[in-house]
Structure formats: C-alpha cells, structure tokens
C-alpha cells in the first residue's frame, strides 16, 4: 500500500483536516451520471482552509530537500505554487497538448475511455532534482503515473505525490509505479441537506 | 500610476527570467512564456511579492483568476493578502450552478464561467492574469463579477502587451502590470 492519509499520518485529530473536508462541496452526477464530483473551489473560498492545505503540504515537503513541485492543470495550479513558493522550489506546470509553447516531452495515458497526454517543457526539471508532483484529487491514478513517467524520464526523482483528496486504494487499482502518495482527505459524501 | 513609477529593481530580473518563443501558437505572434519565470525561485516570488504588497491591506475579498495561468499567480496573492481566490473557467469545468460570459476571439467566441455564489454583492475584487494582451478576456472577467454586484478594483497582470491596446479596452477600470513588453 503506497497511500498515506494525513490523520494516519503524523495528523491524527488534526482539526484542519476536518476543516478541509468540511469545505469541500461535492456535485453530484458531474460531469456524468453515477459521479460524485469532490469540487474543491469551495476550498478556495475558505481562505483559513486553503491556507491550512497548503500550510500541511508544506511543513511536510520543506525539509525533504524537494527543488521541483509539478502541478497537472489546471486543479493542480491551484495548489502547487503556493507550496513550491514556500519550500523554495521551482513550479513546474504539467499540461494538456499544445498548451506549453517551445519543446515538450510528452507522456499518455489512459483514461476511462480513450487516452488523453501530458507534456512537460526541455530543460525545466534537471537530472537528480527532487520531485514532488501536486493535484487536487487522485482516482485511478493515471494522470499522476504519467506525471511520474514525465519526470522519470530526464531524471529527476519523484519523491511523492500530494493530493488534497484520495480514496482508499481498491486493491491494485491505483497505478503510481510504488510511489508515495500522501493525501489530506478521503472524499465527501453527500449528506441529506 | 498604472505601472511601477520608478522601477521598482526586482522588475528587472522579473523581465529577464520570462522567455518569449517566437511563432507560438502561430507565425507572427511572439509568445511570453512564463514558464521560466515559475523556474526563478526569486523572480517567482518578488513577482508575488509585488502584487502582494500592492494590494494587502485595501480589502479585497476577492481574487479572480482566469484559466488557467491565472490559476498559477492568483492563489499565492489570495492566500498573502487574506482574500478568497475564484477561479474564472472556460465552459463545462466547473461543477454545479454557474454564470457564463461570451467573449470575442479574433475569430468567434469563447466563453467564460463562474460559480454562482462564489462571490457577494458588495466584495472588492481583483483580477489577475499572466498577459493581457487585447483585453478581451478581462474584460469577460470583469462583466462577470459586475453582474453579481463585486465591485472590480484593478486588474493585474504579470506582462502587458501595449500595442494590442488592452488598457484602453478595459475603459474606466484599473490595469496594474509588472512589465510592458514592446
């Protein structure tokens, strides 16, 4: 098991944890039917827990010698640059195609249906920098393990991911290469109200 | 003042870690690429540093980013001056009961999209982009946040495109940039 949750974590009782839960609102059937969708925006609004989730992040990452927070657009800019600014480290934005102008390497990946791709740009992320890659929330892991892959291939070291939210892993189903995952929250259910 | 009065000496080395990619994402256009900016830990931070000192302390409430390199500088000022940061999206990304505002594109239309509720009638807010290049987008932004009764402040961005006469286009509203690139 690769997932560490916060709470289990070194943050037992931690009463930001239960603020950023609290904060996030979940939108039922988006973008389809069946999904629950974990929407952090209202994360955003609550300026003392989005300071929280950065200020978690950091305190975790500031130590460990990490010189490159990459961030998946577009959820991903939301937190990466906060936490990069704080711990010294450069951002890197990892985008959708024929966003990032110049040279790219570029890494697919599968999604439920069909594949989609991720690109990185030459020469933001040096051979032996320590890594860390940042998104809202992880699922399958797909985009996280291309994210892996991207920085793997010029040599960086991926030293975790962080999420603001992740489910418990299905057995076998979350796909990160043996990477630590380190997230704050399991996902919101919708309650009555 | 609309820019710095006198440089303030941190501009210089913002002006110089922004890298521009010629033909991008089209012959003729000269792309400002602040990518490299996001690679300069110092560059990065006074680029904050500048916004931040600009606008702590006038009570905004509100920072609004446009998708999606707005989303990269706007949360950093959110968090430092104590506002909410809003994220302006292109269609069908936000979930739930949104407000949406056409805009011109040099050829057709785009739309931008805001959360119903995600701001107050009353709140002072800013707008932050990295470019502003025609104004067109900004201005989409600024009609959105009008609409729900947010009083805009000022619009901020990193790098400013004066020939394309996006200050002219955003009229009567406050444009605050760090740098102007002829």
Known sequence: ???????????????????????????????????????????????????????????????????????????????????????????????????????VIAEAYELEYGRDCLEMHVGAVEAGERAIVIDDLVATGGTLSAAIRLLERVGAQVVECGCVIGLREVKGQLRLNGKPLYILVEPREIDGC | MATQDEQDPRISKISSAIRVIPNFPKPGIMFQDITTLLLDTKAFRDTIDLFVERYRGKDISVVAGIEARGFIFGPPIALAIGAKFV????????????????????????????????????????????????????????????????????????????????????????????????
């Open chain 1, 1 to 103: 098991m690769v997932e560490m949750f916060a709470a289990e974590n070194g943050l037992k009782g931690d009463p930001r944890l239960q603020a950023i839960s609290n904060a996030i609102r979940v939108v039922p059937h988006f973008p389809k039917q069946g999904i629950m969708f974990q929407d952090i925006t209202t994360l955003l609004l609550d300026h003392k827990a989005f300071k929280h989730t950065v200020d978690i992040f950091v305190d975790r990452y500031k130590d460990m010698d990490i010189s490159v927070v990459a961030g998946v657009e577009a959820r991903g800019f939301m937190f990466g640059p906060s936490i990069a600014l704080a711990i010294g480290a450069k951002f890197v934005p990892l985008r959708k195609p024929k966003k990032l102008p110049g040279e």
């Open chain 2, 87 to 182: 994220p302006m999206r292109k269609p069908n990304k936000l979930p739930g009961e949104v407000i949406s505002e056409e805009y011109s594109l040099e050829y057709g239309t785009d739309k931008m999209e805001m959360h119903v509720g995600a701001v107050q009638a009353g709140e002072r807010a800013l707008i932050i982009d990295d470019l502003i290049a025609t104004g067109g987008t900004l201005c989409a932004a600024i009609r959105l946040l009008e609409r729900v009764g947010v009083h805009v402040v000022e619009c901020a961005c990193v790098i400013e495109l004066p020939e394309l006469k996006g200050r002219e286009r955003l009229g009567d509203k406050p444009l605050f940039v760090l740098v102007s690139s002829t």
